[in-house]
């Protein structure tokens, strides 16, 4: 069975200790404000919420709060401030690197069922929804206007738009059309003091400070945003998709840099290697060219003229690069069948490997040919599989590492090779995450990506929208400092970690 993230090194213990007198007594003050029907506490309920996608790590919150309109939000954040307790806001819970996972004895506030579409206003090309709206929706109310919402994760169907924000979600074609931040105009923020503000708006540009910039990605630690403005895009005139299989990773990777490096920009380009198509072939019979080593899933968009002509440099690039067979989607549900190889690839490779990880890094593209066979000499080092899945037009990893979970020692093992892999996109100039966010899981990896003066400054800036530390805490930043702590050497003793339960 797939398990995203199983490791065995990594995952606290989860907690049946009986909730706090402060939860307590704070669970009785929501009831009284926002009604006894949104406020759970029963042990066999609060254990649904333990985790997000990323499953090695769970912890039990102290209280569930399921916020059905705004002001539930208000309140709770309000009340959270008042007793000091934290606070950790929850969408879909399909992230994968431990974002939502909960505070113990804290207060999980979930905001999916905050789904209402506010507005659709196709003449200014944006839409107003609440954060529990999920991603794919958003397009669906845009299509009837020849408009459509860009980031497309590979979990659209089911992942949130607040989600998206907290950890600035990418997709497929943010190659060409940017990540989440590129596509929110504005925001409605419940501060972590319970205060309501505005960032952004419907302006195309705002003078000043570029608050809302933070805010966006900030994975939850800056506060929890109501009511999102996004900006929508109009459908292209049209679409074509291509699969192109090679007999080498080098010679895919090599076209990746050489379609770029030619003035060319796809909506998407998407690379699998051999383990990740015999996985995806396993699972959804895409019936990608037998005997790849590595398949391109490109795809191109825009004015009819200008795609063609594209897709015939596009195809000589591939050909100078030995491509052994290059394949054109005649209709939509061809299209529907590549892309359906390419994004079922995460779940599928369940098939061939009682247990995954999932790792996400960056590197500068050029680089492919390099860093692919670099993690190749890592896995065959370490005795471990891994299937290379990933956005390759913008660089961005997805190395799936295979083990057996039933073995002891394994899943630790595969942990280890995922951060030599991070760390293998920090020195080729890369970053630690992409798409997925840095949440509980790459935390520690923040200080081999950034001075301990960076870090310091990202702690300025949360402090100045958290001062009580209280927004998420534990997530994102390498140690939980508090804000007026100064940095330094930390014990044992001294240090504790509010996400595995050690705040009271």
């Known amino acids: ?36 029907g949104k406020v759970l506490t029963d042990p066999a309920q609060l254990r649904t919420y333990e985790c997000d996608g990323l499953a090695a790590f769970r912890v039990r919150p102290g209280i569930v709060v399921l916020a059905a309109h705004r002001d539930d939000v208000v309140h ?59 991603n794919l929706w958003v397009t669906r109310e845009a299509a009837p206007y020849d408009q459509a919402y860009a980031p497309d994760p590979s979990s659209q169907q089911v992942c949130s738009i607040g989600g998206n924000v907290a950890e600035n979600a990418g997709g497929a074609h943010c190659l060409k059309y940017g990540f989440t ?64 299989g090679f007999h080498t990773v080098e010679d895919a990777a090599g076209t990746v840099s050489d379609i770029i490096a030619a003035g060319i920009l796809p909506a998407a380009i998407e690379m699998m290697d051999a383990l990740a198509i015999e996985a995806a072939e396993a699972a959804v019979r895409c019936g990608y060219p037998e005997g790849a080593v590595a398949v391109l899933v490109i795809e191109l968009d825009g004015p009819q003229v200008e795609v063609d002509e594209q897709f015939r440099q596009v195809a000589q690039a591939a050909e100078a690069r030995h491509a052994f067979e290059t394949r054109i989607a005649r209709d939509a549900a061809e299209r529907a069948l590549m892309w359906k190889g390419r994004k079922s690839a995460f779940a599928a490779v369940g098939r ?40 390759a037009g913008d660089g961005n990893l997805h190395p799936l590492i295979l083990f057996d979970d039933t073995v002891p020692g394994a899943a630790h093992d595969a942990e280890q090779l995922g951060f030599a892999i991070l760390d293998l996109c920090v020195d080729a100039g890369g970053s630690i995450t992409g798409e997925h966010g840095v949440g509980v899981e790459k935390k520690s990896k923040m200080s ?3 001075t301990e003066d960076d870090l310091d400054t990202m702690q300025l800036v949360r402090c100045a929208f958290d001062p009580a530390g209280l927004a998420n805490p534990g997530k994102l930043f390498p140690t939980p400092r508090l804000c007026g702590e100064r940095p330094g050497v930390h014990t044992a003793a001294d240090t504790h970690d509010p996400a595995l339960g050690e705040v009271f």
């Open 181 to 244: 931040v590129n596509h929110v105009m504005g925001a409605e923020i419940v501060l972590p003091d319970g205060d309501v503000v505005h960032l952004g708006g419907t302006a195309p540009e705002h003078p000043g400070l570029d608050l809302l910039g933070a805010f966006v990605g900030s994975e939850g630690t800056l506060g929890v945003a109501t009511q999102i403005t996004v900006r929508t895009i109009r459908a292209p005139e049209s679409v074509q998709t291509m699969l192109v």
């Open 76 to 134: 709770t954040v309000r009340l959270c401030a008042e007793a000091g307790v934290p606070f950790v806001a929850r969408g879909s819970g399909t992230g994968l690197s431990g974002g939502a996972v909960p505070v113990a004895d804290g207060v999980l506030i979930v905001l999916s069922r905050l789904r209402a579409i506010v507005s659709v206003d196709p003449d200014n090309a944006r839409v107003v929804v609440e954060p529990g709206v999920i």
């Open 1 to 36: 069975m797939a398990n995203p993230g199983q490791t065995s090194q990594t995952v606290p213990a989860t907690r049946d200790s009986p909730a706090s007198p402060r939860s307590r007594a704070l669970a009785e003050r929501l009831r009284a404000v926002i009604g006894d």
């Open 352 to 391: 061939i490997s009682p247990a995954y990880y999932v790792q996400d890094g960056v590197i500068p593209r050029t680089q492919l040919p390099e860093v692919l066979a670099e993690i190749g000499r890592l896995a065959e080092a370490a005795d471990v599989r891994v299937a290379n899945v990933f956005h």
């Open 448 to 450: 081999r990506q950034f």
